[in-house]
């Protein structure tokens, strides 16, 4: 039973087309439905969803990026991730590993053979790569075919040709990652997915319809997406919608992150690692996930007083960006 919730969960992941409309879930009998189905999919025993970060190495300076807060670091080694996989293997049988965080993945030199044993090691667990898609050339973009990455995401922020140069903080042409995505498209298999995610406004994607169009036609899903504050590192990009009340987080339930070094956060978008559980280089990642401190954090989320382990969440707007999946009951004495 816990194989296939899990498998469940992992389709519900790596199958998704698009950001979930926290509007939908303020109408009670959604939200009931959404909270029931959140529930079940919880596992305390491994996380769902592994952020594994293969490179700290990026080819962009974007200024709304935490990662100059974060501990300099190069790529993750290839036994170091292999290890990791191996214990996700042993231990949940379906896992979700997510390649994102602080660099570009695709910059680690060995991405492949870490990524292609993610699959041949367990054609099960699925995966999602997100990427720039400046190094989406016609060598990586046939590796991406054979490693079965399940959903490919490129962050390309905006349209605008020349925001797009100060979002990304260099000189570079956005029809060239355009380019890639385009024939990326025609590429892949019927099993993967491809997804432009941008971070305009509605009404400035208008004025670029057009292109918009051109991706749309070629099989690519457009995810409209928002900054956050990076657990309120970059307040001045975030921008998350306000809301009073605040609800737990998902990320204590469901995904943790594991870095470059192999340190272990409950959240990904922890630069300076004040929420670091632990490290797979000394514990493994089941005994991480089962420690004490790994539910007193749930416990300040779910009372929502980050008084102690969680101080760096309280500052944060991430928790904003998923419909809350606890009922009022579960939540204890919230102020």
């Known amino acids: 039973m816990r194989a296939k919730l899990r498998e469940i969960a992992k389709n519900a992941i790596v ?9 939908k879930y303020s109408n009670s009998i959604y939200s009931k439905i959404y ?14 969803q592994i952020n594994l970060e293969l490179s700290r190495a990026c080819n962009y300076d ?45 910059l680690n030199p060995k991405w492949y053979e870490i990524v292609s044993y993610i699959k041949t090691s367990n054609p099960r667990n699925g995966i999602t790569l997100t990427t720039n898609g400046f190094l989406l050339n016609s060598k990586n973009r046939q590796l991406i075919v054979d490693a079965k990455i399940d959903q490919i995401i490129v962050s390309l922020h905006t349209i605008n040709a020349e925001e797009y140069k100060v979002r990304v903080g260099k000189d570079i042409d956005v029809e ?13 298999s019927s099993d993967q997915s491809l997804i432009c995610r941008l971070f305009d406004t509605v009404d400035e994607q208008k004025k670029y319809e057009t292109r918009l169009d051109d991706l749309r036609s070629a099989g690519i899903v457009i995810e409209n997406d928002h900054y956050d504050n ?7 990009w975030s921008s998350t919608e306000s809301n ?38 000394k514990d493994t990642l089941e005994e991480i996930w089962q420690s004490e401190l790994v539910e007193e954090m749930r416990d300040e989320h779910l009372s929502g007083k980050f008084t102690n382990v969680c101080k760096a969440c309280e500052g944060c707007d991430t928790w904003s960006t998923k419909p809350d999946f ?10």
């Open 15 to 23: 199958k998704s087309t698009e950001q979930v409309e926290l509007s």
């Open 176 to 188: 060239f990652v355009i380019s890639n995505m385009l024939e990326l498209a025609k590429e892949l």
């Open 35 to 48: 909270k029931s189905g959140m529930q079940l999919l919880i596992d305390k025993k491994f996380p769902l």
């Open 326 to 335: 606890f009922f009022n009951f579960q939540k204890k004495n919230r102020p």
């Open 230 to 236: 990076s657990a309120g590192l970059r307040s001045d």
């Open 62 to 106: 974007c200024p709304f990026c935490a990662r100059t807060e974060a501990e300099k670091g190069t790529h993750i080694d290839v036994e170091l991730a292999k290890k990791i996989i191996d214990e996700a293997n042993e231990k949940a049988k379906v896992t979700v590993f997510a390649l994102h965080m602080w660099g570009e993945p695709l």
């Open 244 to 281: 009073s009340k605040r609800w737990p987080c998902y990320h204590p339930w469901l995904t943790t992150t594991i870095t470059v070094h192999g340190d272990v956060s409950i959240c990904c978008v922890d630069a300076k690692m004040d929420l670091k559980i632990g490290s797979v280089n």
